[in-house]
């Protein structure tokens, strides 16, 4: 299975500022996806990481709030915007490797608190 | 749209014992069923993938079944010890591989040693 690293790990930051997290797959594979767990919740489908064009949001996400880029098939990066408490959350990089088998790997996932 | 139920929402067994974990879906034409695991404060770990033409997949203690027509699946742990304490996610696909997953909230389990 690939291997997924995600930085920052965890990180607090201010009301309305901006973080980016980054994706990084040691292999190429042929999607990347960017999810959210809010606190005692399960995962919610951000956007699918399109290469070489703009990603595609699910309802309720825009592309002002998680701007999302994917300059090659390895690397991804998720912009949280003008963050607010809540949006403290744990934001995870999803992928597949083989469209076949249809199976997701997921990484570490990054923990921000935003005060 | 897909809806994914997890029951029982939380667990706490003795160590050693065999227990069943449950998942159910609302819509029965998906492409395939995933179980993770995931520890506090973390990421997910694939535990087992089952096709919508499969009936089971197993990985040493874990066994995975699934029942399309009637949308559920269970994951059942033979044997647990106290490393298997965690919160486990049932996530059905229905799309042709290449859309996201639809997750259910998860059965927290703790293993009590």
């Known amino acids: 299975s690939a291997v997924i690293s995600q930085k920052p790990s965890r990180d607090i930051c201010q009301r309305g500022t901006s973080l980016t997290i980054q994706c990084q797959v040691d292999s190429q594979v042929t999607m990347m996806f960017w999810y959210r767990q809010q606190p005692g919740q399960s995962l919610t489908l951000i956007a699918t990481a399109n290469q070489g064009s703009e990603a595609t949001y699910e309802s309720g996400f825009v592309i002002d709030k998680f701007p999302i880029s994917r300059p090659n098939l390895t690397f991804s990066t998720l912009t949280v915007s003008n963050m607010s408490p809540e949006d403290s959350s744990i934001y995870l990089c999803?992928?597949?490797?083989?469209?076949?088998?249809?199976?997701?790997?997921f990484g570490e996932g990054s923990r921000l608190t935003v005060l | 749209k897909q809806e994914v139920t997890q029951i029982p929402a939380a667990l706490s067994v003795p160590e050693g014992e065999n227990l069943v974990l449950n998942c159910s879906f609302t819509?029965?034409?998906?492409?395939?069923l995933q179980w993770f695991r995931q520890d506090p404060g973390k990421g997910l770990t694939s535990l087992l993938l089952i096709q919508s033409s499969q009936r089971e997949q197993t990985s040493g203690r874990l066994n995975a079944s699934l029942d399309k027509s009637s949308g559920r699946s269970t994951l059942y742990i033979a044997a647990s010890q106290p490393g298997d304490s965690a919160t486990y996610l049932c996530?059905?696909?229905?799309?042709?591989?290449?859309?996201?997953?639809?997750f259910g909230k998860g059965t927290h389990l703790i293993i009590q040693p």
């Open positions: 996530a059905v696909n229905s799309g042709g591989g290449a859309d996201g997953l639809t």
């Open positions: 819509d029965s034409a998906i492409y395939n």
């Open positions: 999803s992928v597949l490797q083989d469209a076949n088998t249809g199976e997701l790997f």
